[in-house]
């Protein structure tokens, strides 16, 4: 660096080819693919009407939705370009979230005389099932184990798949 401010200084900005190019196939891929309604379109094989489809259809939509894996599935189509392979692991979750109300209660002394006092309300909190269902996540493909006697695209004839996980105390 120089002490003369009047001269701008100049840096040399590299930018690899295969980056642009990857991420210009991984928007491509990803506009085509998740911007579907329903993400998962399925088909009848032997002769079931449409109308057999459309409920799953349904359901899988709103696995996809509720289930939050249209980010995971993101970064999923991603990962080819990165690594050479992409995998998600799924799993099922069942999401619980507290509703509070407010309810009336009756003061009874007993069984003496039950409208005798006027009901009083109060605040009470319950538990509620807020999402059932498939959930995906992102998978290192360093982190995933297969049956090596098999080749990664026909993993699932092997005796076992898994993935080291580091799974912290609270979790378990």
């Known amino acids: 660096a120089s002490n003369d401010m009047s001269q701008p200084e100049y840096k040399t900005l590299r930018i690899p080819y295969t980056y642009a190019a990857a991420m210009t196939a991984h928007t491509y891929i990803s506009t085509v693919f998740l911007s579907r309604a329903p993400v998962f379109q399925v088909e009848g094989r032997y002769g079931q ?6 409920p799953v259809e349904t359901y899988l939509d709103y696995q996809v939705t509720a289930g939050r894996m249209k980010f995971v599935m993101y970064n999923w189509l991603m990962d080819p370009f990165r690594y050479g392979v992409g995998i998600a692991g799924l799993y099922w979750d069942k999401e619980q979230i507290t509703v509070g109300e407010i309810v009336d209660v009756k003061e009874m002394l007993g069984d003496i005389l039950p409208g005798l006092f006027p009901s009083k309300k109060q605040y009470i909190e319950r538990p509620i ?4 269902g498939n959930k995906l996540y992102n998978v290192r493909p360093f982190d995933f ?8 695209i026909d993993f699932q004839s092997g005796e076992f798949a898994g993935e080291y996980a580091t799974t912290g ?3 378990l």
């Open 49 to 54: 009407s449409q109308m057999d489809e459309i």
């Open 129 to 132: 099932t807020s999402y059932m």
């Open 145 to 152: 184990i297969w049956d090596t006697r098999y080749s990664l």
């Open 169 to 171: 105390l609270f979790s």
